[in-house]
């Protein structure tokens, strides 16, 4: 089970630290995935973490957003930061176990397929 909190209302150029908390998951070999869907549009791959600790960005938010983990509480965070109009959307968190090829899968807009377990999502919106 993935349970995202932390969305909420934001002013432009704003930030939030959504979390991700994982739990009822007993393999240590992992990836979390967060994503985002905004109206009318398909999921979008924000970013990646593995278990191991390796990360990996889209173009859209590398340099604005950092995703971290903490192995022992199990739960990932999205920080991000110089929030626009367009991040406005439902973010989740996604996992998956092994991690899969996450790079190419990300730069192919493929990584959405490739994960196995999803949370219910956390709103965000960004006001002018």
């Known amino acids: 089970q993935l349970v995202e909190s932390g969305g909420g209302s934001v002013h432009l150029g704003g930030s939030l630290r959504l979390s991700c908390v994982l739990s009822?998951?007993?393999?240590?070999?992992?990836?979390i995935g967060w994503f985002r869907r905004a109206p009318g549009k398909e999921r979008e791959a924000l970013s990646a973490?593995?278990?191991?600790?390796?990360?990996l960005y889209a173009e859209s938010v590398k340099g604005r957003f950092t995703i971290s983990n903490d192995n022992a509480k199990k739960t990932m965070y999205l920080q991000m930061n110089d929030l626009q109009p367009e991040a406005t959307a439902v973010y989740y968190c996604?996992?998956?176990?092994?991690?899969?090829?996450?790079?190419?899968?990300?730069?192919?807009?493929?990584?959405?397929?490739?994960?196995?377990?999803w949370g219910e999502g956390t709103r965000v919106t960004v006001s002018s």
């Open positions: 009822g998951f007993t393999s240590d070999d992992y990836a």
């Open positions: 996604a996992a998956v176990s092994p991690p899969p090829a996450l790079e190419k899968l990300l730069r192919h807009g493929e990584l959405r397929f490739a994960m196995d377990y």
């Open positions: 973490i593995t278990s191991g600790g390796t990360t």
